[in-house]
């Protein structure tokens, strides 16, 4: 005999955004910026901006996870590119295509001082 229980769901919480408490809260946090760079290690690697390009240009690959990739470069990429990444692994390269679906120039002091770039790259 298969007997099933309903789901019982709770109501979703309703948030009253004007609430002064939460205004505050909110304004405290509006200049944070994150950055998770630093619990990856950091590698050199090539990039190929478009599909056919023959030229490489030096980037950093600062973080990577499943299909996405995070690039430092010192040149900004236009959303949507296109975008090859050669890393090299003693004699051999690893490639990977990805789609560049955000960037902002860096927000570290340093990143500043150097003109860094930072792309979100989706792995094709």
């Known amino acids: 005999m298969n007997h099933h229980k309903p ?7 309703r ?10 809260l909110l304004r405290k ?5 994150l950055d998770n760079r630093g619990v990856y290690p950091e590698q050199k690697v090539e990039i190929h901006i ?4 023959a030229v490489g240009r030096p980037a950093m690959l ?14 900004a990429l236009p959303l949507g590119e296109h975008v090859r990444v050669d890393s090299h692994l ?4 690893r ?7 955000e960037g ?5 002091e340093e990143d500043r001082a150097n003109g860094i770039q930072v792309h979100w790259l989706h792995v094709r």
């Open 95 to 101: 490639t990977v295509w990805g789609v560049v679906v």
């Open 62 to 75: 600062v973080w990577e996870r499943d299909q996405a990739l995070v690039l430092a470069t010192t040149f």
């Open 50 to 53: 478009g599909w056919g390009a």
């Open 7 to 13: 789901v019982m769901r709770k109501p979703a919480n």
């Open 90 to 93: 003693g004699d051999g390269v």
């Open 104 to 108: 902002r120039a860096g927000h570290r």
């Open 15 to 24: 948030v009253d955004w004007s609430d002064p408490h939460l205004e505050s």
């Open 29 to 33: 946090t509006e200049s944070w910026k």
